[in-house]
C-alpha cells in the first residue's frame, strides 16, 4: 500500500511517476508528438516546452531529460532524421534537466513558468540555431541574423503555451486520478 504522506522518492528526491502519472506523462508526450504532426504550423511552436516543466518540477531530471530528448528524437526518426537531431535533442534534454534545478528551487507557479520558458527559449535557440549554424556552412553572425525573427516565434509560442498549458498540467500530475470528469463537469454547468 502507498503511503501517501511519504510517497516513494527518487535519488533526487522527486517522486517517482505510478501507473496513473506514467499514464498522463504517455498521454502528454503523445499530445505532444500528434500537435508536431499538424501540417503548415508555425515552425517551433509547440507544446513540448510547457509541458516539460511540470513534468521537471514533479519527476526530475531523469524523465525530464528524456521527454525533451525523446520529444525530438523519435519526431525525427519518424519525419526527417538528420545531424542535426542529436544537437537539439540533447539540448532540450538539458532544459528539461535544468527545469528540475529551477523549480526545486523556486515555486512552480505561472510567472515561473514564463521566466524558465523565456530564458530557456532564447538559450536553445542560441545553441540550436547560431553555435551550431557553422557545422551547416552558416557564418555565426548571419545565423545570428536569420534566428532573430525565428526566436520571436519561438517565444511567443512557448511563453503562451507556458502561461495556458503548464499550469493545468501542473495540476493534472498532481492528482493520482489519470481521468475525472466530475471537476469538469462541475466548472463547465456553474458558468
Keep these: 500500500m502507498k503511503n501517501k504522506l511519504n510517497p516513494v522518492r527518487n535519488r533526487e528526491g522527486s517522486q517517482r511517476p505510478s501507473i496513473s502519472n506514467g499514464i498522463k506523462i504517455l498521454i502528454i508526450f503523445l499530445g505532444c508528438f500528434l500537435f508536431r504532426l499538424i501540417p503548415l504550423r508555425a515552425p517551433n511552436v509547440e507544446p513540448i ?7 521537471g518540477k514533479k519527476y526530475g531530471a531523469m524523465v525530464s531529460f528524456l521527454f525533451g530528448f525523446l520529444s525530438v528524437f523519435l519526431f525525427d526518426l519518424i519525419t526527417h532524421f538528420g545531424s542535426w537531431t542529436f544537437i537539439v535533442g540533447i539540448t532540450y534534454g538539458l532544459v528539461g534537466f535544468s527545469s528540475y534545478i529551477f523549480f526545486n528551487k523556486f515555486k512552480s507557479s505561472t510567472f515561473n513558468f514564463a521566466i524558465f520558458a523565456f530564458v530557456a527559449t532564447i538559450i536553445f535557440d542560441l545553441i540550436t540555431g547560431v553555435l551550431f549554424a557553422p557545422l551547416f556552412g552558416e557564418t555565426l553572425y548571419t545565423a545570428l541574423i536569420l534566428q532573430v525573427p525565428f526566436t520571436i516565434l519561438h517565444l511567443a509560442g512557448n511563453v503562451g503555451f507556458v502561461l495556458t498549458l503548464s ?4 495540476s493534472w500530475l498532481a492528482t493520482e486520478k489519470v481521468f475525472s470528469l466530475k471537476p469538469l463537469a462541475r466548472t463547465v454547468l456553474a458558468k
Design 49 to 55: 516546452m510547457a509541458s516539460l516543466l511540470p513534468i
Design 167 to 170: 499550469p493545468i498540467l501542473n
